[in-house]
């Protein structure tokens, strides 16, 4: 929980204070039609119906093939090769829409064939939801990516056509041979757009347009950021898969460091202090008969290092799983970490039943290491520890009173902390403004043992 007074902040200078208002004079509808945002919008709706024309032709053309082919032995590798087809097309649809759009979308979860071969890669294509997901996708997206330019290009075109009317209003009776553009005419009557307060009229339904153009570009890009979104990204199952994988890591990884951890505390600790005492006693042993009272003095020696050795072993022992903790639970538990720490704590415990061996186990260390860093970091006067069970949930928070700054981001180790809380579905959400006070809240999954 180190400082990091400084860390995180950036100020404005006076230049990029006078470019923001600048920026920001003018209303929001009159700035869209000149944003760089709704020109990217409206050249990824132009670029939507050529390329939706193409991914519908493929996916049709190789699904109808494959459908058709599946009377024979060749329909499974055509439509296979469809799929494929169709998640490379999905690929470049989440490329386009990340720059044109902003929109992050992850890649689906990839195929997981058993075996090597071209057998297994057609089954795992064809039993993956994903690719599916994204031949529906390119089905679905033609008629609406048709809608979406027809609406976005006729709004565009007309109200800038409108809007620049006064500018070029002059051609018609130039070249064309009439007042202005025709607005009504039929056998006996025409109406022209020529008078000074016609073109008026018509710039200004143009300045409506062209300022509304933006906000419906944007309201139909919505739709595809949704379609994106829901069926070129990875499924909630596959998502939770690859989190689920990451978890397992982190587990292993703390498992491989504690088990390091441990085989060094005692090869440097208890198993060296065992070895010297085995020699001292040697030696005493061989001075038994020659030096009674050297001989003694070496076993009270050796009898102190004994107690050193147990000492450490019950404090490595403590480390790997206190037995305080097995016997009396939590609330015993956490009393007694309290007590070790530099300063005043409080804990209280309200907990309908003792949770599971590992949900225990991991708000002890919590707690312990928390307890630990307003030790040696917060500065503090006072710290109190609350445990308590809400809505099938098990929430911990460790308040102190000290001078604040901590951050999960800052390479502490809070940022370990919060990896082992979420490898068991856990949070750790950190408040610790510059001054104080910290307030760090874990919540885990409640399981009663």
Same mark, same amino acid.
């Given at each position: 929980?180190?400082?990091?007074? *400084? ?178 005419? /039929?056998?006996?009557?025409? %109406? ?49 898969? %690859? ?31 065992? =070895? ?14 020659? /030096? ?56 209280? %415990? /309200? ?33 109190? =520890? ?11 928070? =460790? ?11 800052? *390479? ?18 950190? /408040? ?18």
């Amino acid at each position: 929980m180190e400082s990091a007074y *400084g860390q995180g902040y950036g100020g404005w200078d006076d230049t990029d204070t006078a470019v923001a208002e600048r920026r920001h004079r003018l209303p929001a509808g009159l700035r869209a039609p000149f944003e760089g945002r709704s020109w990217r919008e409206f050249g990824y709706v132009m670029l939507g119906f050529p390329i939706g024309v193409l991914m519908f032709t493929y996916a049709v053309t190789m699904l109808s093939v494959g459908v058709g082919l599946l009377v024979t032995f060749l329909g499974v590798p055509v439509l296979a090769a469809g799929l494929a087809g169709c998640r490379g097309l999905g690929a470049m649809e989440r490329a386009r829409a990340r720059a044109l759009l902003g929109v992050e979308v992850a890649a689906p979860e990839p195929l997981r064939p058993g075996k090597r071969g071209a057998l297994a890669w057609m089954g795992a294509v064809l039993r993956s939801g994903s690719s599916w997901r994204q031949l529906l996708y390119a089905v679905v997206q033609f008629p609406w990516s048709l809608f979406s330019f027809v609406v976005a290009l006729n709004f565009w075109a007309y109200g800038w056509a409108m809007l620049t009317y006064p500018l070029w209003f002059w051609v018609f009776p130039m070249w064309v041979g009439q007042d202005g553009v025709q607005l009504y005419g /039929d056998e006996g009557h025409a %109406v022209y757009l020529d008078n000074a307060f016609e073109v008026t009229v018509t710039a200004l339904v143009g300045l409506l347009f062209t300022m509304a153009t933006p906000w419906i570009v944007r309201g139909l890009t919505m739709v595809d950021r949704v379609m994106v979104t829901a069926l070129l990204g990875p499924s909630r199952l596959g998502a939770r898969v %690859v989190e689920l994988e990451s978890d397992r890591g982190v587990v292993v990884d703390t498992a491989a460091a504690d088990l390091r951890r441990i085989e060094r505390d005692l090869h440097d600790g208890a198993q060296a202090r065992l =070895v010297a005492l085995a020699m001292d006693l040697g030696v005493a042993r061989e001075k038994l008969t020659e /030096d009674p009272r050297e001989a003694a003095r070496m076993v009270d020696s050796a009898h102190g290092e004994v107690k050193t050795a147990l000492r450490e072993l019950r404090d490595l022992a403590r480390g790997i799983h206190p037995a305080v903790l097995t016997d009396r639970g939590l609330d015993a538990a956490l009393s007694a970490v309290a007590a070790r720490c530099a300063v005043p704590v409080v804990v209280e %415990v /309200d907990l309908p039943a003792r949770p599971v061996p590992a949900i225990e186990g991991i708000v002890y260390f919590t707690v312990s290491e928390l307890l630990q860093n307003v030790s040696k970091h917060a500065g503090a006067s006072r710290a109190v =520890v609350d445990v308590w069970k809400v809505e099938g949930r098990l929430m911990l928070q =460790v308040t102190d009173d000290g001078m604040g700054g901590a951050d999960v981001g800052a *390479g502490s180790g809070l940022a370990g902390l919060a990896e082992r809380l979420g490898a068991v579905d856990g949070v750790l959400v950190v /408040d610790s403004p510059a001054g104080g006070p910290t307030r760090v809240t874990a919540e885990l999954p409640w399981r009663a043992a």
